[in-house]
């Protein structure tokens, strides 16, 4: 079994509801889970306070809650836009490469039409450089990572806006 096949594996069960899969062959043996956690994240604004001339007690507490209201009021919008983007995540842990090399161009940017099978990224694992290569077709919106930067299993690489 070859590092591909292992990949396209990790795809399918991540896709599926299958919990865990044990494979072996001659001597070769490969298991697979998935996680079983619910995250959630919780986005909290922190109170910005202004210097004044001269401190007035009640005027401290009114500021507080002007920046968490103001932030309530924006949540839903930036829920919004987030819901209908896709994400693609790392299918592995290694180095983050925008470029398959110093002096190519970047293999995606911002704003760039995507299509499966294109390849956004290179991730460098154990000297081995693996082409991360598109599932959807879309626009790239974001880039999560920096380039050159270390990346875990499963983490957001890019937020792209579905076609």
């Known amino acids: 079994m070859d590092f591909k096949q292992i990949q396209e594996l990790i795809r399918l069960i991540n896709k599926s509801n299958i919990g865990e899969l044990t494979i072996e062959e001659k001597g070769f043996k490969v298991t697979i889970k998935q996680k079983q956690e619910n995250i959630q994240q919780v986005v909290a604004a922190a109170p910005v306070y202004t ?48 470029r398959s090399s110093p002096d190519k161009p970047v293999l995606a940017e911002i704003g760039d039409e995507i299509t499966p099978g294109k390849v956004v990224c290179i991730i460098e694992a154990m000297k ?28 957001p690489l890019f937020l792209v806006e579905p076609a």
């Open 51 to 98: 210097a004044q001339a001269a401190p007035a007690p009640a005027a401290a507490p009114a500021a507080v809650p002007q920046p968490a209201a103001a932030a309530a009021a924006d949540k839903p919008k930036a829920a919004e836009t987030a819901a209908n983007l896709i994400t693609i995540k790392s299918p592995m842990i290694g180095t983050f490469y925008r």
């Open 128 to 155: 081995l450089f693996n082409e991360i290569e598109s599932e959807v077709k879309g626009k790239i919106v974001k880039v999560l990572v920096d380039d050159a930067s270390p990346v875990e299993y499963d983490q």
